[in-house]
């Protein structure tokens, strides 16, 4: 159990030992995961395996990550019973996981805080990074500025166009910024940077993975350091309404804010769990990032999962208005989630996402980001299905300052 | 069709390393890929790689991304990629595609073994592919009568060399340095110890690759290694010259260079 005044136990880090819970040795969940990667890298994948397993079974890690997270991150972050939101959601009760309102304005920073404190254990002095947002880019910047360590981020050059103020907030926090200009010039090639960085570097680097996606044991290691959000929103849901909420809602494009919301709650069985694609400017339209809902079984980016491929496993550039959904790819866990039925995902398309954003923002007086806004438009939709005796959790992953240039453009602002 | 053995055996009869030399399908273009082959086997070289364009390539260095990325703008799909074995494998060279996993998981691998036999290739490289997913290709490539050849780094424990080493046949491929595909100023000092390391696990030829562009390079490579493996410098050349048959000039230039070093042996 946790020290008083902790949040955080060795159970919060490690599962609940129940369906969800860890992958096999070979980072196997179901037939997906594993590890497709150069042999180069595969020692120094077993190294973070190895240093993590000790690290979330170590009384003064998990006392170490805890204190970041209250401290430095402003955990627990609160719920919010949105009332005039709900309104639009079919009278359903629709009740947000505000991690818009931890430090950096998204729930990336839990995932860093952890793996920055992983990169001190493993006696590496610089990490790198992709980004996609610019969300995990910023995220990473701030840690390692915290915590002392030389940082890269990898960055598509057209997200570093869409998303020029985290750019310019990574620069300010001391980070150095890669544009990449191959491929698609977004979220899947800056993982393919930083991937040829560390395999270049491994000696002194650690490759500090943004998404619950990834050769093993990034996608373990990632949703772990999620899985607070579910853990507290969890209790915070017993604690507001006397019971567990009839749906948890959350937006995909990697999967860690979603994988860190429903990890708490895969064990109860009532609880359904949604998650939503971007579905760009509609499936038929062939520009979205609809992985799990029209991608096929593939390899990507290290591991086995559903991948937006054409017959012959190229990779289909995906596309969304939300530059941290904008990925080809998805964490192995949620498409064994998909296909053991205990989740079940859709897509929302840019123009449902913005109406949901402006929505939120007119009726509570709170801008989520876009990303978010995909879990939101869901909800909306899925409270009209449910009717005013459900309550819908939603996880309001991030803030959307960094949208306002998006905004201003859609919106004619 | 000459196999990787044949190949192998010849080289060590000669007292000499074999010269393996990569391309990727469809680059300059199609009809260009065959011909640059048939010049680099023309020049001496033993073994041609094709390489198998894919989206995602995340251990090549600039060069060949750029190659690839060519490659796949040219319309190359994996028809073109098995018609390029059929033509470079007519030219008497071992032929063998090397390529990324993913392309294979989606063809298909019984299929992708079998088409690949019967356009006249003898294996595949897939640097991406570990001991621990490998097992039904290495299947599959059994039945078809294909080796199957993995990598492994100077990182590589004793016990990962032995495991990979197990599931090769050909030969096995040492990257000479932790990185990408890339010409380099010197070949990393770590490739002979990692050579050396690798053989007390295999009676397999053991081929050297990554940032071998140089005659004088391949020969000291050669010293300790049963095949010299070259990409990124001959790409370059294709790269830089001002149209095909300069490029194939160039490059065959260079493979007569390597392949005198093979012979020198440093």
């Known amino acids: 159990m946790a020290n008083e005044g902790t949040i955080l136990t060795a159970a919060d880090l490690a599962g609940n030992g129940v369906h969800g819970d860890d992958p096999d040795v070979h980072g196997k969940f179901g037939i997906f995961g594993g590890r497709f990667v150069p042999e180069a890298l595969i020692p120094a994948l077993d190294e973070v395996a190895r240093t993590y397993a000790e690290a979330r079974a170590d009384a003064r890690f998990l006392r170490e990550f805890d204190h970041l997270l209250r401290t430095y991150a402003g955990r627990p972050t609160t719920l919010t019973d949105v009332r005039r939101f709900s309104e639009q959601a079919g009278g359903a009760r629709v009740i947000l ?14 995932n860093v805080l952890g793996q920055a404190l992983l990169t001190k254990r493993l006696g590496k002095k610089r990490v790198i990074a992709e980004t996609g947002a610019g969300q995990h880019g910023v995220a990473t910047a701030t840690a390692a500025a915290l915590l002392g360590l030389e940082c890269v981020i990898y ?50 680097t650690h490759y500090l993975f943004g998404t619950v996606a990834g050769p093993h044991p990034f996608p373990e290691i990632v949703r772990d350091f999620a899985r607070i959000i579910g853990v507290e929103a969890r209790r915070q849901m017993l604690e507001l309404t006397g019971a567990l909420p009839t749906a948890v809602c959350a937006a995909v494009g990697g999967g860690s ?11 109860d069985e009532g609880v359904q769990l949604h998650g939503y694609e ?22 990507l980016h290290g591991s086995r999962t559903y991948v937006l491929q054409d017959e012959e496993g190229q ?24 296909d053991s039925g205990r989740a079940t995902y859709h897509g929302v398309t840019d123009d449902a996402a913005m109406a949901a954003f402006s929505l939120l923002a007119r009726t509570e007086g709170i801008i989520p980001a876009i990303e978010s806004s995909h879990a939101l438009a869901g909800a909306l939709e899925l409270g009209r299905e449910l009717g005013p005796e459900a309550t819908i959790l ?19 602002l | 069709m000459t196999t990787l053995q044949t190949v192998f055996a010849k080289a060590k009869a000669d007292n000499r390393a074999a010269l393996v030399a990569y391309l990727p399908a469809g680059f300059p273009t199609k009809d260009g890929a065959v011909a640059a082959a048939a010049a680099l086997v023309e020049a001496g070289c033993d073994v041609i790689e094709i390489g198998l364009p894919y989206s995602d390539p995340l251990m090549d260095g600039p060069t060949i991304q750029d190659a690839v990325h060519r490659a796949l703008v040219n319309g190359t799909r994996i028809a073109d990629v098995l018609r390029t074995v059929e033509g470079v494998a007519a030219t008497g060279a071992a032929t063998l595609v090397m390529t990324y996993w993913n392309p294979i998981d989606r063809y298909g691998a019984d299929r992708f ?22 097992g039904p290709w290495r299947e599959a490539s059994a039945d078809a009568g294909i080796d199957t050849v993995f990598l492994v780094a100077p990182s590589s424990t004793d016990e990962r060399i032995a495991a990979v080493a197990a599931c090769c046949t050909g030969f096995v491929y040492a990257a000479s340095l932790m990185g990408v595909t890339g010409a380099r100023e010197s070949v990393n000092v770590a490739a002979e110890g990692l050579v050396e390391r690798t053989r ?4 397999l030829p053991v081929c050297v690759g990554l940032g071998v562009g140089t005659g004088a390079q391949a020969a000291e490579v050669a010293r300790y290694a049963d095949g010299v493996i070259v990409g990124s410098a001959f790409i370059r050349r294709l790269l830089d010259a001002p149209d095909e048959a300069a490029g194939r000039a160039s490059i065959q230039k260079l493979a007569r260079d390597m392949a005198e070093g093979v012979r020198a042996r440093g």
């Open chain 2, 113 to 134: 073994a079998r088409d690949l036999a019967n356009a006249g290739g003898v294996g595949t490289i897939t640097p991406d592919l570990t001991p621990e997913e490998s």
């Open chain 1, 315 to 338: 990779t289909i550039e995906s596309h969304s208005i939300s530059a941290g959904l904008d990925y080809p790819g998805v964490g192995p866990e949620h498409a064994w989630l998909k």
């Open chain 2, 200 to 203: 007390a696990h295999t009676d």
């Open chain 1, 155 to 204: 960055m598509g050059a057209v997200d570093c166009e869409r998303q020029a103020l985290n750019v310019a907030r990574m620069k300010l926090l001391g980070a150095t910024v890669v544009p990449v200009h191959n491929g698609s010039k977004t979220l899947k090639d800056a993982i393919n940077e930083a991937f040829r960085d560390w395999v270049t570097n491994v000696d002194t």
């Open chain 1, 394 to 412: 939603v996880n309001l992953s991030g803030r959307g300052d960094k949208d306002m240039g998006t905004a201003m453009k859609y919106f004619n």
């Open chain 1, 257 to 267: 804010n979603a994988i860190g919301i429903f990890h708490a709650f895969v064990g």
């Open chain 1, 97 to 110: 996981k505000r991690e818009d309102l931890t430090h950096t304005g998204a729930h990336k920073i839990n």
């Open chain 1, 278 to 299: 971007a579905a760009g400017r509609g499936l038929d339209s062939g520009e979205h990032a609809l992985t799990l809902t029209a991608g096929t079984v593939g390899v």
